[in-house]
């Protein structure tokens, strides 16, 4: 295995770890904001299976439930999946959904088995997202969208004075999580590489309140939003 891809493995039990910690609710928060659109989108498309990839505590997960008939919920972390499936539990979703362990890197889904994927907080994650956006472009029917996120350099992370710099605009958290933030010419070069046309590029900024034991106090969070069409 390569240094490359290594990183990426070790953070699979890292997060796994993390969402442990968690209790019930990791995160403590509602929605993403680009969860309804992304819903909206997905109804209007005419989705029938939708995925949240990755799910973590699954917090965006009933929101997008009615973008489809069928939501599936994916993630490298079984702990992440436990607390997802309370969350579809309380919503009473249990039988419109689906919880998978999956890697975003290998999916294990047949080509274009999926009509919308909501990819929210994880590329920023990988060293590799090029690669995770090309395996998720595959699953994904023509005529299906895609809605991701990448975090500017105006993200509250950056600031962080627990973030490590290990190269230009890449660093570790103080859980030592790999965290990459982009300007706009980086998810040019980003689509390209990927092999991805996006119908749009935004620019989003949402409040989150704090994170108990990661990030303790109210913060603001600054994002590209990409929504990509498969033709």
């Known amino acids: 295995m390569n240094l490359t891809s290594q990183r990426d493995q070790d953070a699979i039990a890292l997060w796994n770890h993390a969402y442990v910690n968690g209790a019930d609710n990791l995160w403590?928060?509602?929605?993403?904001?680009?969860?309804?659109?992304?819903?909206?989108l997905f109804a209007d498309s005419g989705?029938?299976?939708?995925?949240?990839?990755?799910?973590?505590?699954?917090?965006?997960?009933?929101?997008l439930a009615a973008?489809?008939?069928?939501?599936?919920?994916?993630?490298?972390?079984?702990n992440a999946l436990s607390l997802s499936q309370r969350i579809l539990e309380r919503a009473g979703l249990l039988r419109a959904a689906?919880?998978?362990s999956m890697n975003a890197y290998a999916t294990n889904i047949p080509d274009a088995g999926i009509d919308g994927i909501f990819c929210w907080d994880l590329l920023g994650h990988l060293v590799e997202p090029e690669r995770a956006m090309r395996e998720l472009?595959?699953?994904?029917?023509p005529g299906g969208h895609i809605v991701a996120n990448m975090w500017t350099m105006g993200d509250c992370q950056v600031a962080d004075p627990n973030m490590r710099e290990i190269s230009p605009k890449?660093?570790?958290?103080h859980f030592d999580f790999y965290c990459r933030f982009y300007e706009r010419e980086d998810i040019d070069?980003?689509?390209?590489?990927?092999?991805?046309?996006?119908?749009?590029?935004?620019?989003a900024r949402w409040t989150e309140p704090p994170h108990p034991g990661y990030r303790n106090y109210e913060h603001d969070h600054e994002s590209w939003v990409m929504?990509?069409?498969k033709h």
């Open 98 to 100: 689906t919880l998978l």
């Open 67 to 78: 973008g489809a008939p069928i939501i599936i919920g994916a993630d490298t972390s079984e």
């Open 137 to 141: 472009c595959r699953i994904l029917r």
């Open 227 to 229: 929504t990509i069409k």
């Open 189 to 203: 070069e980003f689509l390209r590489a990927s092999g991805c046309e996006a119908l749009s590029v935004d620019l």
């Open 28 to 40: 403590g928060d509602p929605p993403v904001p680009y969860a309804s659109k992304a819903s909206r």
């Open 170 to 173: 890449t660093y570790l958290d």
């Open 47 to 63: 989705a029938f299976i939708v995925m949240d990839m990755p799910c973590g505590d699954g917090r965006n997960l009933p929101v």
